[in-house]
């Protein structure tokens, strides 16, 4: 019996070595990975630049406070600022933290504005922010609320894609519109540009703060920097974190100055959040993803993920039921149980993949991904699909 909280239905299975795109498990198995510990590695395994700066950090402070100047976080923080739409940044030390200060950002904007009544956030169905009190009570989903008494107040949800749903939810308490581009865990929807646009339309009319969840979406995973900027548009508040460290426990909330002017010494905090050697894995993580030519690799893999994902639709119809995602954030609606399918491609074909809501395959390979790789993980899903319909004809030929 494991000494750990029962929350995870955990796979005995547990990895030694990694390189590049692959995992070695105990016995010297070897596995594709195409599930980068849910988008973090997005680097892959073993990256040499990130294995040099953190035994190069290793040697220096590894952690003061931040009520000491920190030159690794400025250092991040300039260059995120430098490169983005955002003028200010507050590192944590995952999502759901970053998620907490972006609402806490939002809510204490109008607050500081004489406007306190207005803590109300407008959240999606079907979104994940963490697993906080608040976080959850954002995601709106029943399953996570559950046994955990009353969800926290200041939150409402509308349907992904319904700009009037949204519209009719706006109120005077409402401070914000809070969404994932792409969502993630709740089974890879992209929303669509028009979508996007309409929300920041929604915000300027009615002085809200846009907010987006990039955590998974982010840091490069859909060929652009950030997701939201295939719709042309520029947020108030970004949640960022998973590939930010490239394995290391990192996360950040980007704003603009208007949006966190009030957040001033004593509003908000971290004790871990953003010390020396978190920055320096964030700094390294930032050298290769801002490369010349980085994104543009994701965002060609991206496309021949996407067509070899037709290919393998048309080959299966009867399994393939739709595809979704954007970039290297892909997902397949499938027509076999997730759970059951993705432990199957793990133990019988040594891909690693992840389940989404919906019943959706997800796959979210390192950036580093080539396409032979893909070739060769469209081919274990393949694979597996042949190993259904062989079991199911076997079982009927023998009913
Ligand atoms: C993973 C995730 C989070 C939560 O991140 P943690 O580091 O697990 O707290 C929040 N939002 C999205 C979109 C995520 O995918």
Redesign the pocket.
Known sequence: MSALYGTYARSDLAFERGEGMRLYDQHGREFLDFHSG??VNALGHGDPHLVTTLKAAADKVWHTSNVFTIPEQERLGQRLVDSTFADKVFFTN??????ECAIKTARHHFHSKGEPDRYEVIAFTG??????LG?IAAGGNPSYLEGFGPPMPGFKHADPGDLEAVKALVGPQTCAILI?PV???GGVTAMSSEFLQGLRQICDEHGLLLIF?????GFGRTGRFFAFEWADITPDIV?V??AIGGGF?L?ACLATEAASASMVPGTHGSTYGGNPLGCAMGNAVLDRIQAPGFLDHVAQMGQRLAWHLQQLAQKYPDYVLELRGKGLLAGIKIAPPVRDFVARLRDDHQLLAIGAGDNVLRLLPPLIVSEADIEDAISRIGAAFDAIEAETASTAAAG
């Open positions: 849910i988008a995952s999502g759901a933290e970053a998620l979104s994940f922010h963490g697993r906080t976080t994932e969502q993630g865990e969840d990039e955590v998974q979406c949640a974190a998973k426990p996360g």
